[in-house]
């Protein structure tokens, strides 16, 4: 799961005016800059640095589950030979004797595996890195670490042909997640007198590094805001959405879920069969609130917080310069 913020400068300032297109003398960042001041508009220095922390949990779906490497058939045990006689009669009563039975090989025409539910919980430590082109429009990059886990109830049913099936009972499959994530995104702003509104659009990428495979994240945050500076208290604080399309897909080994007994008995003769999990959120929107307090031109503090199907909570030490 990946972490979202929006730059403390885009609660700053309000920008809906309308350009000049003449530059300064030399030049500046954010372009327009004296145009914007020379209208009031009060804007922040034009970059960035921040560390942020996040907690996320939210609800998951299994949108498929690929097995390789599992037999086409399966061994059943035999059943060595043997005799039993009765105790205390009479030496013309014969034993029961049983020749035994062979080993039988019974093929498997498929595996089907069911769901149910789904969740996922994940820390996300990141560091970001922002630039103000124009005084509306903020530009960043962000790099990060992730680490957390989902686990799904799954049922496998094993499909013998001739009518004959073998259901096991649900059973938890937990893949832990950690990985590298970076990206990058843009921010929009504008504003009218105190209130002000936000655009936050990114794409992440996060390279999984206990198991194999990845996670794209696609996020939109639209944000409507006030802004209490002009009353004394150097604190805006706004309420928005926030839209996730996040597509996980998780490789690994069946012996680290189900351990090596039930491994050995569907991989083939010295592979160890390995699954591909596909996952989407169970929710794609929530609500978020959140606030930023202006310690003095040069730090901020960020936090905000996420309700509904899926909950988080964010903070962030921002540095301009």
Same mark, same amino acid.
């Given at each position: 799961?990946?972490?979202? %913020?929006?730059?403390?400068?885009?609660?700053?300032?309000?920008?809906?005016f309308?350009?000049?297109?003449?530059?300064?003398?030399?030049?500046?960042?954010?372009?327009?800059?004296?145009?914007?001041?020379?209208?009031?508009?009060?804007l922040?220095?034009?970059?960035?640095?921040?560390?942020?922390?996040?907690?996320v949990?939210?609800?998951?779906?299994?949108?498929?589950? !690929?097995?390789?490497?599992?037999?086409n058939?399966?061994?059943?045990?035999?059943?060595?030979?043997f005799?039993?006689?009765?105790?205390?009669?009479?030496?013309?009563?014969?034993? $029961?004797?049983?020749?035994?039975?062979?080993?039988k090989?019974?093929?498997? =025409?498929?595996?089907?595996?069911?769901?149910?539910?789904?969740?996922?919980?994940?820390?996300?430590?990141?560091? %970001?890195?922002?630039?103000?082109?124009?005084?509306?429009?903020?530009?960043?990059?962000?790099?990060?670490?992730? +680490?957390?886990? +989902? !686990?799904?109830?799954?049922?496998? =049913?094993?499909?013998f042909?001739? =009518?004959?099936?073998?259901?096991?009972?649900?059973?938890?499959?937990?893949?832990?997640?950690?990985?590298?994530? $970076?990206?990058?995104?843009? @921010?929009?702003?504008?504003?009218?007198?105190?209130?002000?509104?936000?655009?936050?659009?990114?794409?992440?990428?996060?390279?999984?590094?206990?198991?194999?495979?990845?996670?794209?994240?696609?996020? @939109?945050?639209? %944000?409507?805001g $006030?802004?209490f500076?002009?009353?004394?208290?150097?604190?805006?604080?706004?309420?928005?959405?926030? $839209?996730?399309?996040?597509?996980?897909?998780l490789?690994?080994?069946?012996?680290? @879920?189900?351990?090596p007994?039930?491994?050995?008995?569907?991989s083939?003769?010295? @592979?160890?069969?390995?699954?591909?999990?596909?996952?989407?959120?169970?929710?794609?929107?929530n609500?978020?609130?959140?606030? =930023?307090?202006?310690?003095?031109?040069t730090?901020?503090?960020?936090?905000?917080?996420?309700?509904?199907? %899926?909950?988080?909570?964010?903070?962030?030490?921002?540095?301009?310069?």
């Amino acid at each position: 799961m990946e972490l979202r %913020r929006f730059s403390t400068a885009a609660a700053i300032i309000g920008t809906t005016f309308a350009p000049t297109y003449s530059f300064a003398t030399s030049f500046e960042l954010p372009i327009w800059k004296s145009e914007a001041e020379e209208r009031g508009y009060i804007l922040p220095k034009a970059f960035g640095l921040s560390v942020g922390y996040m907690k996320v949990e939210q609800g998951i779906n299994v949108t498929s589950i !690929e097995l390789n490497g599992i037999k086409n058939q399966i061994t059943t045990p035999g059943l060595p030979a043997f005799e039993l006689c009765a105790p205390d009669v009479p030496s013309w009563v014969p034993c $029961y004797e049983f020749p035994g039975t062979p080993g039988k090989d019974v093929p498997i =025409n498929d595996i089907d595996i069911d769901t149910r539910g789904g969740y996922q919980e994940s820390e996300v430590w990141t560091v %970001r890195a922002d630039m103000w082109l124009f005084p509306f429009l903020n530009l960043y990059g962000i790099a990060g670490k992730i +680490s957390g886990y +989902s !686990e799904t109830d799954i049922k496998v =049913n094993v499909n013998f042909g001739d =009518n004959n099936s073998l259901s096991l009972p649900y059973l938890p499959f937990r893949l832990d997640l950690d990985g590298n994530m $970076y990206g990058g995104g843009f @921010v929009v702003a504008g504003g009218y007198e105190r209130w002000f509104t936000i655009i936050d659009a990114s794409y992440t990428k996060t390279n999984l590094t206990v198991i194999d495979g990845g996670i794209d994240s696609i996020v @939109v945050t639209p %944000r409507v805001g $006030y802004d209490f500076t002009d009353y004394g208290h150097p604190v805006r604080v706004w309420v928005g959405g926030q $839209y996730q399309n996040i597509q996980q897909t998780l490789k690994g080994n069946l012996s680290d @879920v189900f351990g090596p007994q039930i491994a050995a008995a569907l991989s083939e003769d010295g @592979v160890d069969a390995q699954f591909v999990v596909e996952q989407e959120l169970a929710s794609e929107w929530n609500t978020v609130v959140g606030f =930023n307090y202006v310690i003095n031109p040069t730090f901020n503090i960020i936090g905000e917080f996420g309700f509904g199907e %899926r909950q988080s909570a964010f903070i962030s030490l921002d540095t301009r310069f």
